[in-house]
């Protein structure tokens, strides 16, 4: 049998920025920003999707957006489909993506709202993960994965820091287990706190 190969189609990369914060100027989204930057740079052709949570706010899951998840698609309600509609569309996004920067802020010891509704609404059991006789197992898989982590303490490697085991354990439950951490600590400890650890945020960028 012979294998066809179509050499002239070039290997598209898609780079997902997806913004966090609660804030436009937010220290998260600047590191996002430097490091899609440099990651278009070694990926020259790449396309690029920036989704902010903050301009296209998602809502809390409420009692229409369980009952459309768990409602069979040939019984959804016009509401029920437009809900999952929405989440189809969030979950292609991320399924058509290559490589994912998300920028984090550490709010309150965790992750911002506006990223854990995000995750909400693209945790969907048989699109994102499902269980199997061996557990459960993530749909999401075959990418590379960057945290950018911007935080006014230092927490990292403390019981204190929250935020890197959750997004570990919840990224690997749908599939993606291929991140890199990038943390910018310690920004509100007064300006040379701030810029050493805007400096050690930017040097672990220059080395990806
Ligand atoms: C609502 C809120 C909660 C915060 N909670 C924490 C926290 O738990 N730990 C911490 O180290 N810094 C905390 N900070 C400081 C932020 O982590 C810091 O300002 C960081 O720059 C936030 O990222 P951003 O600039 O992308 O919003 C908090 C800031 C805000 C606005």
Redesign the pocket.
Known sequence: MMLELNLTEPNMTTILQIN????T???????ANELTAKLQQSHPDATLVVRDLLTNSLPHLDEAALGAFFTPAEQRNAQQQAIIARSDALVAELKAADIIVI????????I?SQLKVYFDHVARAGVTFRYTAEGPQGLVTGKKVYVV???????LGTP?DLQTPYLKTFLAFIGLTDVTFIF?????LGEQSKQSGLAAAREAIAAV
């Open positions: 966090s914060a609660a804030r100027e937010a220290q998260s989204t600047l590191l920028g984090a802020p550490m709010y309150n010891f965790g911002s982590t911007a935080r006014g303490g230092k927490y204190a910018a600590e310690g920004l509100n």
